[in-house]
């Protein structure tokens, strides 16, 4: 019978998840080069010592990122005063190192997206990203409109998400037909595990990965207050599902769109309407 790596084509579904998960626990990730080049980047951006000045080279010298800085500080977001730039240099000043990082996050989880050559699969990883990226902009908004957390941390928490299901994807060829069976098998025999480790060696600060893990495990309050409140509830009202698994005690996007509570002198609903411009323009720059 033909052999892959000590494993034959026909090996159990539930054998396949537990065996990469296992590798994930372990840190025995297998990325390509770009991602691994996008990993430094962000531990470099993580070094308290990277300043502004530091941090715009680092920007400039990759010519995808210098793009998208610029377009997401001339996003509604971050473009308070309506003034648009045009510098790597003036983006970098505007954003700030944390929104960068949020950026090379973003950029490592497409990476590891687009080394998926099955065109199933990456079907899958196109639907999974648009989730994303809808998470990450309604994270964004929610939490300076509604939680009052940290928007950038809310930011980089709705990119990253999902990043365990991105690699779980990019493994997949070896494995074909793993990701034909129940969702449910892929959330109890590797999901976790695998988030787990990949998160760890991206080196997401613990805010973020506990309030990823709420996605996996927890339930949030209404008025949200923390960040992982933030997650899931932005999670549960983006207008595009993640096409790998619905969470347990997940909304159904029908039941969402009724999801309403007071805010200070306004609801959500009322707030969501005022931020569907911002919204649809962080959505639309992390699509780039």
Not at 47 to 60: G, R, Y
Request: aromatic share 6%.
């Amino acid at each position: 019978m033909r052999q892959y790596c000590g494993y034959n084509f026909l090996m159990d579904r539930l054998a396949a998840f537990s065996h990469i998960a296992a590798q994930a626990s372990r840190g025995e990730l297998s990325f390509p080069a770009n991602v691994r080049a996008s990993v430094r980047l962000q531990q470099a951006l993580s070094d308290p010592d990277c300043h502004f000045e530091s941090a715009a080279k680092l920007i400039q010298a990759d010519p995808l990122l210098a793009a998208r800085s610029v377009a997401i500080a001339n996003s509604v977001a971050y473009n308070r005063s309506g003034t648009e730039i045009s510098s790597v240099r003036s983006a970098v000043q505007r954003l700030g190192v944390r929104t960068l990082q949020s950026l090379v996050a973003a950029l490592i989880v497409r990476q590891i997206g687009n080394q998926i050559a099955d065109p199933a699969l990456r079907t899958l990883a196109a639907q999974l990203w648009e989730h994303t990226a809808h998470v990450a902009a309604l994270s964004q908004v929610i939490a300076r409109r509604v939680t009052h957390v940290d928007p950038d941390t809310a930011l980089f928490a709705g990119i990253v998400h999902e990043v365990g299901g991105f690699y779980m994807l990019s493994r997949a060829e070896l494995y074909p037909g793993i990701m034909d069976g129940e969702p449910e098998d892929w959330i109890a025999h590797g999901e976790i595990e695998i988030g787990r480790g990949v998160i760890k060696q991206l080196a997401v600060p613990a805010p973020v990965s506990r309030a990823v893990e709420a996605m996996w495990v927890g339930m949030r309050a209404l008025p949200p207050e923390t960040l992982g409140d933030t997650l899931l509830l932005a999670n549960d009202l983006a207008p595009v599902l993640s096409p790998l698994y619905e969470r347990p005690g997940a909304t159904s996007l029908l039941a969402a769109r009724t999801i309403d509570f007071a805010v200070g002198d306004g609801t959500l609903d009322s707030i969501l309407r005022e931020s569907a411009h911002e919204v649809e323009s962080l959505y639309a720059v992390l699509m780039l």
